[in-house]
């Protein structure tokens, strides 16, 4: 059993910073890529940013010079460092991560359970 767990969404101001957290636990023989998507209210979920076992890192163009991801490998833990934050960043923010759980075994993209970002007066 793999498991996702998201923390450090909350409330913040236009023009505030919030780091989230999202930290892999349970059968795991390695981590891939792992990434940050959000879903606004209405909206589809859209890719934030993700970052490769080798610490390769890809935005979306909204978030470039805004947003940082970064992981800790020896803590299978993935953030997501979110200043000059916005009204429209308002959204649940979810982690996903592609998990071997064993030499044989295939990945999987695991997900966590979302944590809220909202961003308002």
């Known amino acids: 059993q793999v498991q996702l767990v998201e923390s450090g969404g909350g409330l913040v101001q236009p023009g505030g910073s919030l780091r989230l957290s999202c930290a892999a636990s349970?059968?795991?023989?390695?981590?891939?890529?792992m990434g940050w998507y959000r879903q606004a209210p209405g909206k589809q979920r859209e890719l934030v940013a993700t970052i490769t076992s080798g610490d390769s890192t890809s935005y979306a163009d909204s978030m470039k010079g805004r947003f940082t991801i970064s992981r800790d490998n020896a803590k299978n833990t993935v953030y997501l460092q979110m200043n000059s934050l916005k009204p429209e960043d308002t959204a649940v923010y979810y982690c996903?991560?592609?998990?071997?759980?064993?030499?044989?075994?295939?990945?999987?993209?695991?997900w966590g359970q979302g944590t809220q970002v909202t961003v308002t007066v």
């Open positions: 996903k991560a592609e998990i071997r759980i064993g030499a044989l075994r295939p990945p999987y993209d695991y």
């Open positions: 349970g059968r795991i023989f390695r981590v891939n890529a």
